[in-house]
């Protein structure tokens, strides 16, 4: 059973960063689809950012392209999320996310995502 701890959110002001991590308990990562969702109050869960484990390059969510940048670490079997020029409208609970899929390239939000994390409160606010 794969585990996923997330850790790096807070409170930060708009155009202000974060950094979210996932330590997972995966000895490899390559054969699994890793991702970022997140869910905001009365709203559903959206994904945000993905990687398959073929490596190849992140997927973005539109309303977050080009502020938030996605990387995943092989050797440490970890996965960050950098997030910059933050939104009120960036707040929510931030979830890391794994799916396994050998030799896949490429990456969807519409995976059946079955490992989570606990997942980690980001606030935008002034």
């Known amino acids: 059973q794969l585990q996923l701890v997330e850790s790096g959110g807070g409170l930060v002001q708009p155009g202000g960063s974060l950094r979210l991590s996932c330590t997972t308990s995966?000895?490899?990562?390559?054969?699994?689809?890793v991702a970022w969702f997140r869910q905001a109050p009365g709203k559903e869960r959206e994904g945000v950012s993905c990687f398959s484990g073929s490596g190849g390059t992140p997927n973005y969510a539109d309303s977050v392209k080009g502020r938030f940048t996605m990387s995943r670490d092989y050797a440490k079997n970890t996965f960050d999320l950098q997030m910059d020029s933050l939104r009120r409208e960036d707040t929510a609970i931030y979830y890391c996310?794994?799916?396994?899929?050998?030799?896949?390239?490429?990456?969807?939000?519409?995976?059946?995502?079955?490992?989570w994390g606990q997942g980690t409160q980001v606030t935008v606010s002034s």
């Open positions: 996310s794994a799916v396994l899929r050998p030799w896949t390239t490429g990456c969807s939000f519409d995976y059946e995502y079955n490992y």
């Open positions: 995966a000895t490899t990562l390559n054969h699994f689809t």
